[in-house]
């Protein structure tokens, strides 16, 4: 995996939590999205592990193009890539997943609840990472108007937190 310019080579430790997650859980024919994809490293393994439809997204144009390399390097050419504005224009608000990912820092996490949280289908995943473990309960209290996160692993220092969107 070569990422560029951009964040995730799977020796960080959040991104260690999440690939675990991932590992850990039912991916297998699940739609995935990867928010704030940095080099496309979580949306890899996530469609290695079987996922049916994988969408990273990221601000950063260059790491777009990290991941896009990668996927090709691997080949995941089906993933797809988007920048923001994009995303929202090819899949609407009501568009949902199954497993949303983000792994970024904890304030745009804090900042970005309503629409991850709005991502996430009904009794589908959310998993955030990124956050350290003294901020990870301003993390959970962001998201509890939309479910109820918990802490799912620590390491370094670092945590992931998952949680289920409501079955409606």
């Not at 859980?25 to 079987?50: E, P």
Request: include cysteine; glycine fraction near 8%.
């Amino acid at each position: 995996l070569d990422p560029g310019l951009a964040f995730g080579t799977g020796s960080h430790p959040t991104t260690r939590l999440c690939m675990e997650w991932l590992e850990q859980h039912a991916v297998n024919a699940a739609t995935v999205l990867d928010y704030g994809c940095g080099s496309g490293i979580l949306a890899l393994v996530a469609k290695k592990l079987g996922a049916e439809h994988v969408i990273g997204v990221d601000i950063d144009p260059q790491a777009l193009e990290s991941a896009r390399f990668n996927s090709e390097r691997n080949a995941c050419e089906d993933i797809e890539y988007h920048l923001p504005e994009a995303f929202v224009r090819s899949y609407p608000e009501s568009q949902t997943f199954a497993i949303v990912v983000a792994n970024i820092l904890a304030g745009p996490l804090q900042l970005m609840a309503p629409m991850l949280a709005g991502r996430v289908a009904p009794g589908g995943s959310l998993v955030l990472s990124g956050v350290l473990d003294r901020q990870a309960q301003d993390v959970i209290a962001a998201y509890a108007p939309y479910l109820e996160l918990s802490v799912w692993a620590e390491h370094e220092g670092w945590v992931a937190l998952a949680g289920r969107a409501p079955t409606v």
